[in-house]
């Protein structure tokens, strides 16, 4: 066994033991007079180094006196190992599946409609004062956000609510598109037998809809 301990100040307390690090409070464990303990028992006879806070080092024999750290830090191994296992079982469930396509129509999603504070309500608005003002067969005061599409792109106010139209026909077939593809990537990750594959079966759904992106 190697082992490494690193009395740190500030909570960066670590305990290495075979490359494996992990990291609490060795508060009660340790003389806080020592800095630093290095020990190897893989040579031709079991050995350390212990450094104090005050730079001077001295050997020892054995790490009886760490085995209060050793235990703990066994304790702690033994946690995160649990913690791995439960993120691994996660990864391969059904919800994660599930979460996964919801995450990723939803970044795709983005990149067609921006969504912030208001803008959904603001471009239905948009759309839908443009649709009017092309239904009145563009005879009439010219809508307010007609207006300013028109003065900023530096065209009639015809062709600005075309645009505009056109714009939100494109965003609400690109949302359609999506939620067809997350509907039905959902339905056959819900509908697949226990302990399946749930990633393998999201995974021509979530490459159709990445393909969106580009």
Request: proline share 3%; hydrophobic share 40%.
């Amino acid at each position: 066994m190697k082992l490494s301990i690193i009395n740190g100040d500030a909570g960066d307390d670590t305990v290495v033991i075979d490359g494996i690090a992990c990291h609490f409070d060795l508060a009660g464990l340790i003389d806080d007079t020592i800095w630093a303990v290095q020990w190897s028992d893989e040579g031709d006879k079991p050995e350390g180094e212990v450094e104090l806070r005050d730079g001077t080092h001295k050997k020892i024999k054995s790490i009886k006196p760490f085995r209060r750290i050793i235990n703990r830090w066994q304790e702690e191994k033994a946690k995160t190992d649990q913690q791995e296992e439960k993120d691994q079982a996660f990864l391969k469930s059904r919800q994660f599946a599930l979460d996964l396509i919801d995450n990723t129509a939803g970044k795709v999603r983005l990149r067609f409609v921006p969504i912030g504070y208001g803008m959904t309500d603001e471009y239905a608005r948009v759309k839908s004062e443009a649709q009017r003002f092309i239904e009145a067969g563009f005879a009439g005061d010219v809508p307010a956000v007609v207006q300013t599409h028109a003065e900023v792109k530096g065209v009639a106010p015809r062709e600005a609510a075309e645009t505009i139209l056109q714009a939100a026909i494109k965003w609400n077939n690109a949302l359609d598109k999506i939620r067809d593809i997350r509907i039905k990537a959902k339905a056959q990750v819900e509908k697949a037998e226990e302990g399946a594959d749930y990633i393998a079966i999201a995974r021509p759904f979530l490459d159709t809809l990445k393909t969106l992106e580009s």
